[in-house]
Each structure stands twice: as structure tokens, then as C-alpha cells.
């Protein structure tokens, strides 16, 4: 399994704006499709954001787009999350998650298709 460790989570207003980082040390991230998913307090964790092997595919949730952005780098085997426009709703945990694939192009919004996950990072909007 792929180790995953985010970070930048943090306190901030709404409408402010905040970056998160997953990084991991013991595999390269470029064979992997790479998600965000989140976790608010009593509910089902949720796709938040995927993006593709070559970085060419994105896709995300109803209620981030046009707000959040997805970004990885191969180079230093990272995948981001800004996050701008922040609303009280996007309180949650956050966590990154890899999926092995073949394709360059393919991308998943399905939880149960992501073998490895980090640990999480807070993220707390305040109104």
C-alpha cells in the first residue's frame, strides 16, 4: 500500500482559502490516480476531487466546482488541493487517496475503488 501524508489543514473564515498536500514517501505517485475525499462530523466520507495519472483528467463534486482545484506534481510525487471560496459546509476531515491504474486518462469518483489512504487533515470553516 501507497503511504500518503497530508497536510495545510487549518482553521479558516468563510470565503477565505486554504492548500492542502499529499505527499508520499514510499512509492511514486505518477502510476496512481489520485482523489481528495471528505468527512464532515457524523457522515458518510464523500468524493470531494480526482485527477488522472497524467494530470490531463479532472473531475469533481457539484459542490466544490468552480471553488476547488485539483493539481498534481509528478516531479515531487504530490497531489494538491486549493481550496478557495471556502463555505461553513466544507468543515470536514480530508483525506487523499490513490488508485493504481494503467491509464493515463481514467479517474474514479468511487470510494471503494481507492486502495490507499493518508491519515487526514482538519479543515474547519468558520461563519
Known amino acids: 500500500q501507497v503511504q500518503l501524508v497530508e497536510s495545510g489543514g487549518g482553521l479558516v473564515q468563510a470565503g477565505g482559502s486554504l492548500r492542502l498536500s499529499c505527499v508520499s514517501s514510499?512509492?511514486?505517485?505518477?502510476?496512481?490516480?489520485l482523489a481528495w475525499f471528505r468527512q464532515a462530523p457524523g457522515k458518510e466520507r464523500e468524493f470531494v476531487t480526482a485527477?488522472?495519472?497524467?494530470?490531463?483528467?479532472?473531475y469533481y463534486a457539484d459542490s466544490v466546482k468552480g471553488r476547488f482545484t485539483i493539481s498534481r506534481d509528478n516531479v515531487e510525487n504530490a497531489v494538491y488541493l486549493q481550496m478557495n471560496s471556502l463555505k461553513p459546509e466544507d468543515t470536514a476531515v480530508y483525506y487523499c487517496?490513490?488508485?493504481?491504474?494503467?491509464?493515463?486518462?481514467?479517474?474514479?469518483?468511487?470510494?471503494?475503488?481507492?486502495?490507499?489512504w493518508g491519515q487526514g487533515t482538519q479543515v474547519i470553516v468558520s461563519s
Open positions: 487517496a490513490a488508485r493504481p491504474t494503467l491509464s493515463a486518462a481514467s479517474y474514479s469518483g468511487r470510494r471503494s475503488d481507492y486502495s490507499s
Open positions: 514510499t512509492h511514486t505517485l505518477r502510476t496512481y490516480n
Open positions: 485527477i488522472s495519472r497524467s494530470g490531463g483528467s479532472t
